[in-house]
């Protein structure tokens, strides 16, 4: 399994992945999994060719009462349980990556 942080390098890996022909399947989470995630990954195993999987713990999700500190982070133990089930690409961004312009720019809706 391949990690990727950036959308440039995934965008990249997928790209090589259509050229081939093979159909993807993405399974998002935030990390912590469980079997609940790891019942998505066996079905993306049975219906694409590829899987590709994020663990992003997206601060947006959580409110000014929430700790996104608190959060539990199992990245190793993550990356393991998803090789071990053939995931191809995991896609593990940073708050940067994905928010370059940072959280405060994004439009909520309650």
């Known amino acids: 399994m391949k990690t990727l942080?950036?959308?440039?390098e995934l965008r990249a890996a997928l790209a090589i992945e259509r050229q081939l022909g093979n159909s993807i399947s993405f399974v998002p989470t935030m990390g912590n999994l469980h079997a609940g995630h790891m019942a998505l990954v066996e079905h993306a195993s049975q219906v694409s060719d590829c899987i590709v999987s994020s663990i992003f713990v997206n601060p947006m999700q959580f409110s000014q009462n929430?700790?996104?500190?608190a959060y539990p982070k199992t990245l190793e133990a993550d990356q393991k349980l998803l090789e071990e089930r053939g995931v191809k690409y995991l896609f593990a961004p940073t708050a940067r990556e994905m928010y370059p312009q940072g959280v405060s720019t994004q439009v909520q809706i309650p």
């Open 5 to 8: 942080n950036t959308t440039a």
């Open 66 to 69: 929430e700790d996104i500190d």
